[in-house]
């Protein structure tokens, strides 16, 4: 089946750095990819919406200078969370639809941020 | 699924019982819904879907039931193992490439 890989699986950084996470679609192009965020014991929530090509759409409350992102292939969407907080540590999961018109959602396995 | 960003339900179980899993959704327009299983730090894994044009699907020891008319999704697991504990999401779309809506999730926990 369609495997999406994330990267880095866990991060520690200190408050006020930045961060990188990748998603990639390893055997699939995928020219749409969602971001999700989760916190301890709650469920999923959506972000944001990844366009190859064009600007990202994001959630209400979302805010986009803060977590910047990019989709600059059919195989790559990449998260940054520019100055962290320790408020930003979270569970950021990302996602594609596979090929056909099902609409089922892959998922990467996540990336644990931790902040400082 | 639901409104979001409540703690978790939680459904304890003994093994090899059933067990049984709600859902509710709230866009009567989403005509796809899926369960998920998520353990401990990982992503979810998709377990079994069902489309609106049905009302019930059956997988290995799991059967989804949908009622559109409620708007109520369950997720039956039969003879329930300790592999089974995890957080299970329910999620729904229109179909296309709107993203998933996950519901708030229930911790099933088994006893051995």
């Known amino acids: 089946g369609a495997v999406v890989s994330q990267h880095p699986s866990r991060v520690i950084c200190k408050s006020g750095t930045s961060v990188k996470i990748e998603c990639r679609s390893l055997?699939?192009?995928?020219?749409?990819m969602f971001w999700y965020r989760q916190f301890p014991k709650q469920s999923l929530m959506l972000m944001a919406t990844?366009?190859?090509?064009?600007?990202?759409?994001?959630e209400q409350g979302v805010e986009k200078d803060k977590f910047l992102i990019n989709h600059a292939s059919l195989t790559l969407s990449t998260l940054t969370v520019t100055s962290a907080h320790p408020e930003d540590s979270s569970f950021y999961i990302c996602?594609?639809?596979?090929?056909?018109?099902?609409?089922?959602?892959?998922f990467g396995e996540g990336s644990r941020l931790t902040v400082l | 699924g639901e409104s979001v960003g409540l703690h978790l339900p939680t459904l304890s179980v003994q093994e090899g019982d059933n067990s049984i899993i709600n859902c509710a959704y709230s866009?009567?327009?989403?005509?796809?819904f899926i369960w998920y299983k998520q353990e401990s730090g990982k992503g979810p894994q998709f377990i079994i879907d069902?489309?609106?044009?049905?009302d019930k699907r059956q997988g290995q020891r799991v059967t989804v039931l949908l009622n559109k008319t409620v708007k109520h999704l369950s997720l039956q697991i039969a003879a329930t193992q300790p592999g089974d504990s995890a957080v299970y999401f329910c999620?729904?779309?229109?179909?296309?490439?709107?993203?998933?809506?996950f519901g708030k999730g229930t911790r099933l926990s088994v006893i051995a």
């Open positions: 996602s594609a639809p596979g090929q056909g018109n099902g609409g089922e959602l892959f």
């Open positions: 055997d699939f192009q995928a020219t749409t």
């Open positions: 990844s366009n190859e090509g064009s600007k990202a759409t994001y």
């Open positions: 866009n009567s327009a989403s005509d796809y």
């Open positions: 069902i489309r609106s044009n049905m």
């Open positions: 999620a729904d779309l229109v179909s296309g490439n709107t993203p998933l809506v």
